[in-house]
């Protein structure tokens, strides 16, 4: 969707209004002692709580004072105005650096009781910042690198945002405090990458350039010139003394200006004040003690008592946070005379409420030409058919692959590419950054108005678990379409065969795991990933083509169960074996690619006399957050419980129980022709029938 030209003018005038001045210097004294304040707070909250970081906050205090007090948009009564500017703690051990301000800015929540309450159960100040849980945290951080990746995803956000809805609307910046352990981990270099060649100019990292980590300093682990890493990224780059507060705004003033995300190196001294411990490691993770914290008071001048913070200074400080005010109350009035369509359009997709009416008939359209036509193909091909039509329903949905695209099948027809050029494009080329992509998708559903949905290898699920595993956390709606899932990929063999990583999935909290069986399956599984608003989905789908097992045309959303009786069972030709007058013998279950596996087993052991049924498995989680007497239903009484899933056995006995028989997967793939591979590893529909029968003869 582009903005109507009528907009595009008015929105032009506005980005004028919306502009957001840097307020003046402070006098040297008072910035001190706002800064002090931070300092103080975090060093006696770590104190009462005898555990936590009171390094950062102290080193970086000079810096976040200058950001928050001149330079970042916000406004506290309002954390969640869509048009402020983010920040971003990357460094999330730091926590209380954050606390801290917000406390002092005046969010209403953050009261004197939460910063004493730290770390303590139920408190809005826990360990590492979590999102959801404090009015102002953006994200939740800790896991280093994250952050920043996150923040990377913000930024495009942003900017295609933007691009649709006009800079009167959508018009703010992504700031970042980086840590040496942020800029250390990998997932970094991915995120710096994409940014610097998305040329994402309103994103803004300042580096905590102390020089220490916690094993000593830096010297032991790293030489890298960040300056220069950064700059060979196509960012702008420089380096400041980060407790000069004339200097770090004129490093942010120029960044706002700058055509390139920029990197501001800030040294600072970690433990910035304390008499013993500044610059050590030692100041980086526990508290201080008290004869440190009376000696950093008396260097600071800081002379009041534990968590209180002087009258004046407080003001001074909630004066700050009150900046923001006006331009916010200009916001709600250029969103106020939008055209009410355009507006509500708006509103719909920051809130994250789906056109259902749009999302019902694109499901209905492609289900109504597969029971016209049915389609034996591959699901990652279903998902592509399904992708056609959800995104053409569904603005907000932007997809990409890292660098999968053909095989991903992510790209929905008439997609175009997001680049510098255009930020309006809803296919993102993520590069050969599996762990970058997720992180930016979470940063991306953080920031709101976005559907992300990326493509890679199930197998490289491995490189984004991090990213997924904070998606569940923070309850975001990330959608990931992983192909090429299992052995079934043929010839690229065990490297690339996933084995483990359905079950592996499943062990995270919060996630959904779906693996459709054909192609109505498939874009019931994609209707439910789009209806989870509370969490991540994983797409697993196959490389080969598979049987349309769901012929007819269905209403409802039959995965929405998680497992439901696919092919129920029939009297088998010959007198029932050893299961009793007119009882059920087996129950077969299986997911995707193998459920039609299940269905040949079915046939066989009828020509056995063995009356079985197929139960499909799309989703372990919805399944097993249905009702007790749904799950029973759908598990049945049958004496012989089989399970054929091409991956390990793992997370199975949920359903089959431990005396339950299951054809699958005990180690690593091969390379082969994958017909071959089945015949070769056992999953096939007369193994899966001979584990029926020889448990029915007691063997
Ligand atoms: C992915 C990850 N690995 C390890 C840690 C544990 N950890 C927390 S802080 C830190 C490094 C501290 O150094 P730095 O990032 O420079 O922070 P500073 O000492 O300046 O506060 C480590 C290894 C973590 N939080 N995340």
């Given at each position: 969707?582009?903005?109507?030209?009528?907009?595009?003018?008015?929105?032009?005038?506005?980005?004028?209004?919306?502009?957001?001045?840097?307020?003046?210097?402070?006098?040297?004294?008072?910035?001190?002692?706002?800064?002090?304040?931070?300092?103080?707070?975090?060093?006696?909250?770590?104190?009462?709580?005898?555990?936590?970081?009171?390094?950062?906050?102290?080193?970086?205090?000079?810096?976040?004072?200058?950001?928050?007090?001149?330079?970042?948009?916000?406004?506290?009564?309002?954390?969640?105005?869509?048009?402020?500017?983010?920040?971003?703690?990357?460094?999330?051990?730091?926590?209380?650096?954050?606390?801290?301000?917000?406390?002092?800015?005046?969010?209403?929540?953050?009261?004197?009781?939460?910063?004493?309450?730290?770390?303590?159960?139920?408190?809005?100040?826990?360990?590492?910042?979590?999102?959801?849980?404090?009015?102002?945290?953006?994200?939740?951080?800790?896991?280093?690198?994250?952050?920043?990746?996150?923040?990377?995803?913000?930024?495009?956000?942003?900017?295609?945002?933007?691009?649709?809805?006009?800079?009167?609307?959508?018009?703010?910046?992504?700031?970042?405090?980086?840590?040496?352990?942020?800029?250390?981990?990998?997932?970094?270099?991915?995120?710096?990458?994409?940014?610097?060649?998305?040329?994402?100019?309103?994103?803004?990292?300042?580096?905590?350039?102390?020089?220490?980590?916690?094993?000593?300093?830096?010297?032991?682990?790293?030489?890298?010139?960040?300056?220069?890493?950064?700059?060979?990224?196509?960012?702008?780059?420089?380096?400041?003394?980060?407790?000069?507060?004339?200097?770090?705004?004129?490093?942010?003033?120029?960044?706002?200006?700058?055509?390139?995300?920029?990197?501001?190196?800030?040294?600072?001294?970690?433990?910035?004040?304390?008499?013993?411990?500044?610059?050590?490691?030692?100041?980086?993770?526990?508290?201080?003690?008290?004869?440190?914290?009376?000696?950093?008071?008396?260097?600071?001048?800081?002379?009041?008592?534990?968590?209180?913070?002087?009258?004046?200074?407080?003001?001074?400080?909630?004066?700050?946070?009150?900046?923001?005010?006006?331009a916010r109350l200009a916001w709600n009035e250029r969103l106020a005379v939008l055209d009410a369509a355009q507006r509500a359009e708006f509103e719909r997709r920051l809130q994250g409420e789906l056109p259902d009416e749009n999302l019902a008939a694109a499901v209905r359209a492609v289900k109504e030409r597969l029971a016209a036509a049915p389609k034996a193909i591959a699901t990652r091909a279903a998902s592509e058919l399904a992708l056609d039509a959800l995104t053409a329903a569904l603005p907000e949905m932007v997809g990409g692959s890292a660098d999968l695209t053909g095989s991903n099948n992510t790209r929905a027809k008439g997609m175009t590419a997001m680049s510098a050029a255009d930020y309006a494009g809803r296919f993102i080329h993520y590069g050969v950054r599996e762990h970058g992509m997720a992180a930016a998708m979470n940063g991306m559903a953080l920031h709101g108005g976005i559907i992300p949905y990326s493509g890679t290898f199930l197998v490289f699920s491995d490189y984004c678990r991090p990213a997924i595993r904070l998606a569940a956390l923070m309850e975001q709606r990330v959608i990931h379409v992983m192909t090429h899932d299992s052995i079934g990929l043929g010839e690229d063999g065990p490297t690339h065969q996933p084995v483990e990583h359905l079950a592996a999935l499943r062990a995270v909290p919060n996630l959904k795991v779906f693996r459709p069986c054909d192609a109505v399956e498939t874009i019931e599984c994609w209707q439910l990933a789009l209806a989870s608003s509370d969490g991540p989905s994983v797409l697993a789908l196959t490389r080969q083509n598979v049987p349309q097992l769901r012929q007819g045309f269905d209403e409802g959303n039959r995965c929405a169960a998680g497992a439901y009786e696919i092919s129920a069972a029939e009297p088998p030709p010959l007198p029932p074996r050893q299961a009793g007058e007119g009882k059920l013998s087996v129950s077969l279950f299986a997911t995707g690619s193998e459920v039609a596996i299940a269905l040949a087993a079915k046939k066989l052991l009828a020509e056995r006399g063995v009356a079985a049924r197929v139960v499909s498995v799309p989703c372990f989680e919805l399944f097993l957050a249905a009702p007790a007497e749904q799950r029973a239903a759908v598990i049945g009484d049958a004496k012989i419980k089989i399970a054929v899933e091409a991956g390990v056995r793992q997370g199975w006995d949920a359903i089959i129980g431990s005396d339950g028989g299951f054809v699958g997967m005990t180690g690593f793939g091969a390379s082969a022709p994958y017909k071959d591979l089945y015949k070769h590893f056992g999953i096939t529909a007369e193994a899966v029938a001979e584990a029926a029968l020889s448990k029915l003869d007691g063997r």
């Open positions: 969707m582009t903005m109507p030209d009528r907009l595009r003018t008015a929105s032009a005038a506005l980005a004028q209004a919306a502009y957001f001045p840097a307020t003046g210097a402070l006098p040297r004294a008072e910035h001190d002692r706002m800064a002090n304040a931070i300092r103080a707070l975090a060093m006696d909250a770590v104190e009462q709580a005898k555990c936590g970081h009171p390094g950062l906050p102290m080193g970086a205090a000079d810096v976040a004072t200058v950001l928050f007090t001149r330079f970042l948009k916000f406004d506290p009564a309002d954390p969640a105005w869509p048009d402020r500017d983010r920040f971003v703690l990357s460094a999330g051990h730091g926590s209380m650096l954050l606390y801290a301000l917000l406390y002092l800015l005046g969010y209403e929540k953050m009261t004197i009781e939460e910063i004493k309450r730290f770390r303590q159960f139920g408190s809005l100040t826990p360990g590492h910042p979590e999102y959801g849980h404090t009015p102002g945290v953006e994200t939740t951080t800790g896991p280093l690198g994250q952050g920043l990746a996150n923040a990377v995803g913000m930024a495009i956000a942003e900017r295609h945002l933007a691009a649709q809805f006009g800079d009167g609307l959508v018009d703010h910046c992504t700031y970042v405090l980086a840590s040496d352990g942020d800029l250390m981990e990998g997932v970094s270099q991915e995120a710096i990458a994409l940014a610097g060649h998305l040329k994402l100019n309103k994103l803004i990292v300042l580096f905590d350039d102390n020089g220490i980590s916690i094993d000593g300093p830096l010297s032991l682990t790293d030489s890298v010139d960040q300056l220069e890493r950064f700059a060979a990224a196509g960012w702008a780059a420089g380096r400041v003394d980060g407790h000069d507060p004339a200097a770090i705004a004129a490093a942010l003033e120029a960044a706002k200006h700058s055509q390139r995300p920029t990197l501001i190196a800030c040294r600072t001294t970690i433990g910035f004040g304390a008499p013993n411990k500044a610059g050590s490691e030692k100041s980086h993770g526990s508290a201080l003690g008290a004869d440190e914290i009376a000696g950093a008071r008396q260097k600071l001048g800081w002379s009041a008592p534990a968590f209180e913070i002087p009258a004046d200074i407080l003001a001074a400080w909630r004066a700050a946070g009150a900046r923001g005010r006006p």
